[in-house]
């Protein structure tokens, strides 16, 4: 735990990666608002995490109403709705930190990298914001599909990009609460890392068959409580 | 052993990253030359070498002369002169592998992504060389570090970029060779998620205060043979 609970919005959160995240956060103690453009379906949706949660840790709303009620932001829509998303929240986000875990995937060909002509989609909504929000990329790596096995080990590390080393750290605590290892990855800038492994680990998934391929961090001493067993 | 000993030209093989390659592929029981601009420094580097490793695997000349002469072609300068190297070899690539471990660095913000316009500094080679020549990326994510402690279990996994698959297997061979775990991560282009890793690598290097952090892939049923204790 971060130390307390907050309330996390998840834009997108009906998703299946949105939806993993924010299983993984009611279950870690935290309050989450799912974000969705049409409010009965997350309503819908968070009474069903709440079935599988045993509690009522998770509510549903529209993406505008979520964003405007959280301590911080989680976004996790597709990427041709990224922008969209972020314009229509944009009053909501001030002073926050948005969570961005957007990887600017385009089907048909999902395991190409295929990053946009300013280098990183999370980076781009950055220099969007301004200052007047702290954007963190994160999460981009870590598979829906494990996720949403709630009693399952997440054997995956993510990297945190951000310009403010402060809202790096706290997505850090963040990412710790439910089980996974985040690492200061560098700059804004750096998300194109995340980003472009989104796609690699894709192409990976596909030639050997696997539903989530994962990265772990080696090289650097461990948090010692975040340590496992990590053959797979 | 990728079933028999071959010929392996590392250009800029007196740098340290190559110099590591030249040392693990000469330990394993290929046959090195490195090539540099300087084949008299060359020359003493491989000595060297030769006295480390306890027998002459390695002998050192012109980058020209040593792609000339080899197999399979490893690339290891600076970004600064990849073209330029590339350009100077050219001829003796035809109808062989060119391996290009090649990261966009532009110091001194190393622990920045920059990733070149094209995307992709490696496919960028691909593109000017054409079909007579197949470019596989990797090994963009080892430090030279750990590379150069012939003693030390690689604890790093590489991304096996490239457009022909048979091309990719043969370098997937060779790093299993050095004991490092290739992955088939999609086509050349998919160069850019190793290259922008290696910038966030440094980033974690420098924030953690380790000499070569790396990447091992979860998620994957790995090669039994490979699977090492990975707990660092």
Redesign the interface.
């Known amino acids: 735990m971060i130390g307390k609970a907050i309330t996390l919005a998840i834009l997108g959160g009906t998703g299946q990666e949105g939806g993993g995240l924010a299983l993984r956060f009611g279950k870690a103690g935290h309050r989450v608002i799912l974000g969705s453009r049409d409010a009965a379906r997350a309503s819908a949706v968070a009474r069903a995490m709440n079935e599988t949660l045993g509690r009522a840790a998770v509510s549903g709303t529209t993406n505008k109403e979520a964003a405007a009620a959280a301590d911080v932001v989680v976004l996790t829509v597709p990427y041709a709705a990224q922008r969209a998303t972020v314009e229509e929240v944009r009053e909501a986000l001030r002073g926050k930190i948005l969570i961005d875990a957007t990887a600017p995937l385009k089907p048909p060909k999902v395991?190409?990298?295929?990053?946009p002509p300013e280098?990183?989609a999370v980076a781009a909504i950055q220099a969007l914001l301004g200052g007047e929000v702290r954007v963190v990329s994160a999460f981009q790596n870590v598979?829906a599909h494990?996720l949403r096995e709630l009693g399952r080990e997440i054997?995956?590390d993510v990297?945190i990009?951000g310009d403010d080393a402060a809202a790096r750290e706290t997505v850090i605590g963040l990412a710790a609460d439910i089980g996974i290892a985040g690492?200061?990855?560098?700059?804004i800038?750096?998300s194109?890392?995340?980003e472009?492994?989104t796609?690699?680990?894709i192409?990976?998934n596909l030639?050997?068959k696997?539903?989530?391929?994962?990265?772990?961090?080696?090289?650097?001493?461990?948090d010692r409580e975040l340590?496992r067993?990590?053959?797979?």
């Open positions: 395991a190409r990298v295929q990053l280098g990183s598979s494990h054997a995956c990297l990009c690492f200061h990855a560098g700059p800038c750096n194109a890392a995340a472009a492994l796609s690699a680990l192409a990976i030639r050997y696997c539903p989530g391929a994962g990265i772990r961090i080696t090289g650097v001493a461990r340590l067993d990590s053959s797979e």
